[in-house]
């Protein structure tokens, strides 16, 4: 991947019976790497490289860190209030971050806020000023722009800072992941009439080919491909599956293979030979796991589809870490 992201996105709600009044997630290149909420009370890592990428004391300075951003975001009452709202469902979210390509060495970054699902305020990096978008953000905007050391603050993280922990959180994750072996290949199936799935799982990074031949030819019809799915610890996994019938599988020879970077010889598995008639029970496991280590984030691109972006009040120096 040439061009890699370091995201957060900040949101508070109100009215949402259950869910965190605050929630705090950090992304790189789009996967969940660190979180916090109102309700736990701490950063976590969510990637099991993140652990490895930091010192010791990191996750406790963060903690201090996202509690000094909610306390922050009770701005949402002050939202409500500059647009005439009580009660009810509502949503204040901060979306920051930056990018680098690899390749080239360009950098980019951005810092917006929304409000119930819309645009609010974004930060213009040029002009070091606040450009409202809707009226009732007028108010906020020039309580930002009177304090000229934390615009100022705000640039430097976002062209400077930012970019300095992007390119370490890449660095880290890549020198810990490339030292994971190869993808686990596996032929599954649950009953003769159910479809062969073949599986890959544990592989870094995320480009992977997975194929199915029959007599050595590239098959193309009744296979289907899923999505290439994160597994908790910064790894991926996919599966392609073929559909045939018992009287294929008597009259041809059928094989899964798999080519992946991390490999010195692709992966090729023979169903005759390599088939486990096995319910898809840890298959599935992996992928609602998965699936809810991404929730949190999810829920909040769902709730603001707005240009994707981290604050002032996070630092790269000995007081804060993000």
Aim: glycine content about 8%; hydrophobic content about 35%.
């Amino acid at each position: 991947m040439a061009v890699h992201s370091l995201q957060y996105l900040c949101t508070a709600t109100s009215g949402i019976p259950g869910f965190p009044g605050f929630v705090a997630v950090g992304m790189l290149d789009g996967e969940p790497f660190c979180s916090y909420d109102n309700k736990i009370g701490r950063d976590i890592p969510r990637q099991e490289w993140a652990k490895e990428a930091v010192d010791p004391g990191y996750w406790q300075r963060n903690t201090q860190i996202s509690h000094r951003a909610q306390r922050s975001f009770k701005d949402i009452a002050v939202a409500m209030e500059l647009l005439n709202q009580t009660g009810a469902i509502h949503t204040f979210q901060n979306m920051y971050g930056c990018n680098w390509n690899e390749e080239t060495g360009n950098t980019e970054a951005y810092d917006k806020y929304g409000y119930d699902g819309e645009d609010f305020l974004t930060f213009d990096l040029e002009t070091m000023s606040w450009i409202p978008s809707v009226p009732q953000a007028f108010k906020t905007k020039s309580k930002w722009e009177s304090n000229r050391a934390q615009t100022e603050g705000r640039k430097k993280y976002l062209t400077e800072v930012c970019i300095d922990w992007l390119k370490t959180y890449v660095n880290s994750e890549r020198n810990t992941l490339e030292k994971k072996g190869p993808p686990e290949v596996t032929l599954l199936q649950k009953d003769p009439s159910s479809p062969v799935t073949c599986h890959a799982t544990g592989f870094y990074p995320r480009g992977m080919s997975i194929s199915w031949q029959r007599d050595g030819e590239d098959l193309h019809e009744d296979v289907e491909l899923g999505d290439t799915l994160p597994n908790g610890d910064g790894t991926f996994q996919i599966r392609s599956s073929l559909r045939l019938s018992a009287e294929d599988m008597k009259m041809h020879s059928y094989t899964c293979t798999v080519q992946h970077s991390s490999l010195q010889q692709d992966v090729v598995k023979v169903l005759n030979e390599d088939l486990e008639n096995v319910p898809l029970i840890g298959v599935i496991i992996c992928v609602v796991m998965a699936v809810l280590m991404s929730s949190i984030a999810v829920i909040g691109f769902t709730v603001w589809k707005g240009k994707s972006g981290e604050p002032y009040w996070r630092k790269k120096n000995t007081s804060s870490s993000l």
